[in-house]
Nanobody, 124 residues
Framework: QVQLVESGGGLVQAGGSLRLSCAAS????????VGWFRQAPGHEREFVGW???????DYANSVKGRFTISRDIAKNTVYMQMNNLKPEATAVYYC??????????????????WGQGTQVAVSS
């Protein structure tokens, strides 16, 4: 079992930055794919990005060039640096982890473990 805890959310003005963290416990997830998703009020949860065990990354087009996912294996933590935030980024952000490597990483159902989410609010 892997337990995930997100942190780092908050209120920021448009154009600002936040860094979210996803800390894992219960098992080292250095070999897992870790994804980030977000869910805005009244919307379905959507893919934001993922990082693989080898450090490879993939991002949704809407955040590419502004969000960066990284991992600190020693700390069993994945980070997502979010720059130049826009009001439409307001959402609850979730991290998820999956041990299988033969996934696209872009679909919710591919992930076995989820955190509880952290709220990000971007004011205009």
């Amino acid at each position: 079992q892997v337990q995930l805890v997100e942190s780092g959310g908050g209120l920021v003005q448009a154009g600002g930055s936040l860094r979210l963290s996803c800390a894992a416990s219960g098992r080292t997830f250095s070999s897992y794919i870790v994804g980030w998703f977000r869910q805005a009020p009244g919307h379905e949860r959507e893919f934001v990005g993922w990082i693989s065990w080898s450090g490879g990354t993939d991002y949704a087009n809407s955040v590419k060039g502004r969000f960066t996912i990284s991992r600190d294996i020693a700390k069993n933590t994945v980070y997502m640096q979010m720059n130049n935030l826009k009001p439409e980024a307001t959402a609850v952000y979730y991290c998820a982890a999956e041990a299988r490597i033969s996934i696209t990483g872009r679909r919710e159902y591919e992930y076995s473990y989820w955190g509880q989410g952290t709220q990000v609010a971007v004011s205009s």
